[in-house]
């Protein structure tokens, strides 16, 4: 999810993504930044908060679906339909309390020119670890598929200077490298 408002970004794409609103988060797969996985006390206090996400997720939801699923009866309505209602209501308030590393499924499509900006941005040094190791996946997989289309994709600097000036990594011989396969 935190993922996903980096990728929302690039506008001219456009994405399809699970909802969390009316499906169930039985059980929530997430992401462990490499950081937090580095360090084995911050490991165990992350996967603890994920966990407690998790027992709250599931603890709201069945309170809401109890106090919604009652309401729908009062209502008239059959306890069928009660309880289909009751559950969509109540993970739309539950999956609140849901951390931003929760995993989701998306479809993303771009047009190619907008792909290869994405990349530009994307695959440089100074992204985001996360969009930054997808965006490589993709490229790798789009050379694959169009290898002349797709011949100087990367970041900026594997076609031309670093647009970041001070802020460069300074690996731009490395980045040519990796990226001219």
Not at 1 to 20: G, M, P, W
Not at 117 to 124: E, G, K, V, Y
Request: with cysteine; proline share 4%; glycine share 2%.
């Amino acid at each position: 999810r935190s993922l996903l408002a980096q990728l929302t970004r690039h506008r001219i794409a456009s994405f399809t993504v699970k909802s969390q609103r009316y499906v169930k988060e039985e059980q929530f797969e997430y992401v462990t930044p490499p950081e937090i996985k580095s360090i084995p006390e911050a490991e165990e206090k992350y996967i603890k908060s994920m966990q407690d996400a998790q027992k709250y997720y599931n603890e709201l939801a069945d309170i809401l679906f109890e106090k919604h699923y009652q309401d729908f009866l009062s209502q008239g309505l059959d306890e069928k339909s009660a309880k289909n209602k009751a559950e969509k209501k109540a993970i739309e308030d539950a999956r609140y309390v849901l951390p931003n590393s929760c995993s989701t499924q998306l479809i993303m499509t771009f047009n190619a020119r907008s792909l290869y900006n994405f990349f530009t941005l994307r695959c440089c040094d100074r992204a985001q670890w996360e969009i930054r190791e997808v965006a490589r996946q993709m490229l790798m997989l789009c050379k694959e598929a169009a290898p002349l289309l797709f011949k100087n994709a990367g970041p900026a600097c594997v076609r031309g200077k670093c647009p970041e000036g001070a802020y460069s990594c300074g690996k731009a011989a490395e980045m040519k490298k990796l990226y001219s396969k």
